[in-house]
């Protein structure tokens, strides 16, 4: 991995930083004046420990929070239990999560429940053709979407395949349209059988189907094999005819970076369920969706159990090791309008200052004191 980092940041500026990156806040009437659609909707966000050892002594658990960026913004974040908890961020991607602390809870015979709801409002996004909104500065950690992750080589077949689907593109964009194609023609989405489901690109590019992770990951690793910077990014997704009810599972999609237009979203997996959204989803992706997390491998801060794949589900340590006896529901209500005048707190801690604190794991990471949670603050 450290070698497939090296090589990567040669293939980009020679200078790239070191620090994680802004999470500036999108004020309230910077999207007033766009064309997109939008929808605002509170996400309720349930999840149930059990099986819980006798004499556990410390139960820890984390859950990703959807961050403010371009697409969207948080409105509102609320523990809706005396769950005591922080909030934090890990270094690498700057995703957001709050981390509980459960030791306490004195669980009952049916485990620990906590349930966390979320106020987010999202909006379509177009950003091909070239030039339809304003080109991205190129981020600090370029580098890092360029180099390999545990499930996503950038070398052997998936390379030998991306230089024969890309033969003759010779722009990046062309290439990346080129991979897209290719995949949404060659792959079935099909979640039969065993292997599907994991982001594995070698499995993906042998056995042609899968679900969004499989899709995705695959469109990453060639992307990246041919030297243009590549991220998976981990949400919800919205049932489009609906206002209320269940979130069955998650949906993960791509984006790819050029110069000229920023960072470019796909959805390879939705092009090729619905073709006729094949176009719109090449540089574009519709309202109806929330995003939690970006990239794979994440140290989540301060814990124990190492890098996790991806992250959507609440993660649970229990005495320092992974608890996988966890049930979620996912569940959600439309809010009418947008949220555009709802007041924005700072992500700060009770002494009015943000918290820095060395996390365990040698990472930094965003402390915020536990607030009540009525008036639970949302991090920019």
Not at 269 to 289: I, Q, V
Request: aromatic share 8%; proline share 7%; with cysteine.
């Amino acid at each position: 991995m450290r070698g497939h980092l090296f090589a990567a940041t040669a293939m980009v500026a020679a200078a790239l930083t070191v620090q994680a990156p802004s999470l500036k806040a999108v004020q309230p009437g910077e999207w007033a004046a766009d064309r997109f659609a939008r929808r605002t909707v509170e996400l309720t966000y349930r999840f149930s420990v059990g099986r819980i050892p006798d004499g556990s002594k410390e139960i820890i658990a984390w859950v990703p929070v959807p961050p403010t960026n371009d697409q969207q913004r948080l409105e509102r974040l609320r523990v809706l239990d005396n769950s005591p908890y922080t909030l934090l961020r890990d270094s690498e991607y700057g995703n957001q999560f709050i981390r509980f602390n459960l030791s306490g809870a004195g669980p009952t015979r049916e485990g620990l429940a906590v349930t966390v709801s979320f106020l987010v409002t999202r909006k379509a996004q177009r950003v091909l053709p070239a030039g339809a909104d304003e080109p991205s500065t190129p981020p600090a950690k370029l580098a890092r979407f360029l180099a390999a992750d545990r499930m996503v080589p950038t070398d052997g077949k998936i390379a030998a395949e991306a230089k024969r689907v890309a033969s003759g593109a010779t722009d990046p964009l062309a290439k990346a349209r080129r991979i897209y194609d290719h995949i949404v023609d060659s792959m079935t989405y099909d979640k039969t059988g065993q292997g599907w489901g994991r982001g594995d690109a070698v499995f993906a590019c042998d056995i042609r189907k899968g679900n969004c992770t499989d899709f995705h990951s695959l469109f990453i690793g060639e992307c990246r094999a041919l030297g243009i910077p590549s991220r998976f990014i981990m949400g919800l997704p919205l049932p489009e005819a609906k206002t209320t009810g269940k979130i069955p599972g998650y949906h993960c999609w791509a984006e790819f970076y050029v110069a000229a237009a920023g960072w470019v979203p796909v959805d390879a997996s939705e092009a090729h369920k619905f073709p006729k959204k094949r176009e719109a989803l090449f540089g574009g992706l519709d309202e109806n969706r929330i995003h939690f997390t970006t990239g794979r491998d994440i140290v989540l801060p301060l814990s124990k159990s190492g890098p996790v794949n991806f992250v959507i589900s609440p993660h649970v340590e229990i005495n320092g090791k992974l608890h996988d006896s966890v049930e979620t529901d996912f569940s959600f209500r439309q809010v009418a309008g947008d949220a555009s005048e709802m007041s924005y707190p700072e992500a700060v801690g009770s002494d009015g200052k943000e918290q820095l604190a060395q996390a365990g794991n040698g990472r930094r990471a965003l402390h915020v004191r536990r607030r009540p949670p009525d008036s639970a603050p949302k991090i920019d």
